[in-house]
């Protein structure tokens, strides 16, 4: 695609329900991030994906994260048990080996009631 | 491990100069500049390789000091256009993989 995409847009969830976020990174790109952003924060580096592999899981807040990446292409966070500290921006993000510009998807918002 | 920016907020009237800084306590490959504006995604700015290397963008140029690990984000004459959250993002040279760190951010509001 044109550029790096992302389902749903905004979430609304009870607090205890799974969710299950979606990244779509630009065609040819080997990297993938996932960031979260809370308002008027910074950038939270959660996980980064080489291909199918993540060689850097350190940001994930807790074992209820969890991410996959299939195909070197689409990945998909998940968020079990989700709480209220859980709301934020999540933001994907690619690059083409990693080591250059990361250019960003629109994110989710994530409101956990 | 995250790269410190200063300062953390810079207001300015229009036609008036800012520098932002960023420091990392690593060695580093690159030094990347992003900027968010309110309720959007971060937007590339510009990377920076080599040591002692400055680019521009408009009147948004940046430098990279490889020695003190540093980089600065100058803006020039500012725009109404430039207010928003300037990110700087580092990339260690060790580790064994590509893992961008982005600072806390800067914001920056200016004013007519």
């Known amino acids: 695609g044109a550029g790096v995409s992302q389902s749903p847009s905004n979430k609304v969830t009870e607090k205890g329900k799974d969710v299950e976020l979606r990244c779509d990174p630009i065609?040819?790109?080997?990297?993938l991030y996932w960031y979260r952003q809370s308002l008027g924060q910074g950038l939270e580096f959660l996980i980064y994906f080489q291909g199918n592999s993540a060689p850097d899981k350190s940001g994930l807040p807790s074992d209820r994260f969890s991410a996959e990446r299939t195909g070197g292409s689409v990945s998909t966070l998940t968020i079990q048990r989700t709480q209220q500290e859980d709301s934020a921006v999540y933001l994907c993000?690619?690059?083409?080996?990693?080591?250059?510009?990361?250019?960003f998807g629109p994110g989710t918002r994530l409101l956990v009631l | 491990q995250q790269p410190v920016q200063s300062p953390q907020a810079v207001i300015l009237r229009e036609g008036e100069d800012a520098v932002i800084n960023c420091s990392s306590s690593k060695a580093l490959y690159s030094v990347h500049w992003y900027r968010q504006k309110h309720g959007e995604a971060p937007v590339f700015l510009m990377i920076?390789?080599?040591?002692?290397e400055q680019k521009g963008h408009d009147k948004i140029s940046a430098s990279f000091n490889e020695k003190k690990q540093q980089s600065s984000l100058y803006l020039t004459a500012s725009q109404l256009s430039y207010s928003g959250t300037y990110f700087c993002g580092t990339v260690a040279l060790s580790g064994g993989y590509n893992k961008l760190i982005f600072g806390a951010g800067t914001r920056l509001a200016v004013h007519p």
């Open positions: 993000a690619s690059s083409q080996t990693g080591r250059e510009t990361q250019y």
């Open positions: 065609s040819g790109h080997t990297a």
């Open positions: 920076l390789l080599k040591g002692g």
